[in-house]
């Protein structure tokens, strides 16, 4: 059975640093992307990023490159979301799912949700 | 890269036909086989109910359907149920492993 499992929900400040986590089973990691979507509160679904646990090859939305840092550990099969220093505007719940690439192109296996909650 | 752009809401009496539309354009919608909508609970995580315009993943019920003509892709939600009630959301690939969703569709069983 496909899973993924995000951290827990987390709780900063301002300019804090956080990295969250999502790890992947039951299929193989490092053979299928993994995407990152964003969810402020009482809002819609926004477009991240993916990485190719494989190689970390990255794509970034570009109203995010520069804010979040994407990775794959393909030794644990877990993919990341780093920042180096928090916003309030990052307050928002995160989802991981694995992308499909091939003759299809979707989002077939989602994880949990992380929410983030930044304080200023 | 803009969101996709949906109706805010649509509603339906049960055993009714819902439509929602999903309007892009020449760099995402118009221009690739590959919208996927979502289905999102209150507090879950999204859950695919459609990919690649009309294909249903195992376990979908066919009651859901897709279609796209242009920039515009549509979900119809046929024999309405309670349970259907959610949030619905288009998404795109948009080249290059990049991909828009939606602006999201609350969809109410009245």
């Known amino acids: 059975e496909v899973q993924l499992v995000q951290s827990g929900a987390e709780v900063k400040k301002s300019g804090e640093s956080l990295k969250i986590s999502c790890k992947g089973s039951g299929y193989s990691f490092t053979s299928y992307w993994i995407g990152w979507v964003r969810q402020m509160p009482g809002k819609g679904l926004e477009w991240m990023g993916v990485?190719?646990?494989?190689?970390?090859?990255?794509r970034y939305s570009p109203s995010l490159q520069g804010q979040v840092t994407i990775s794959a550990d393909k030794s644990i099969s877990t993919a990341y979301l780093h920042w180096s220093s928090l916003k309030a505007s990052d307050t928002a719940t995160y989802y991981c799912?694995?992308?499909?690439?091939?003759?299809?192109?979707?989002?077939?296996?989602w994880g949990q949700g992380t929410l983030v909650t930044v304080s200023s | 890269q803009s969101a996709l752009t949906q109706p805010r809401s649509v509603s339906g009496s049960p055993g009714q036909s819902v439509t929602i539309s999903c309007t892009g354009t020449?760099?995402?919608?118009?221009?690739?086989?590959?919208v996927s909508w979502y289905q999102q609970h209150p507090g879950k995580a999204p859950k695919l109910m459609i990919y690649d315009v009309n294909k249903r993943p195992s376990g979908v019920p066919d009651r859901f359907s897709g279609s796209k003509s242009g920039n515009t892709a549509s979900l119809t939600i046929s024999g309405l149920q309670a349970e259907d009630e959610a949030d619905y959301y288009c998404c795109s690939y948009a080249g290059s492993y990049s991909y828009v969703f939606g602006t999201g569709t609350t969809v109410t069983v009245l």
């Open positions: 799912a694995r992308a499909l690439t091939g003759n299809s192109k979707t989002f077939d296996y």
């Open positions: 990485i190719y646990p494989g190689d970390s090859d990255t």
């Open positions: 020449s760099s995402d919608v118009d221009g690739y086989n590959y």
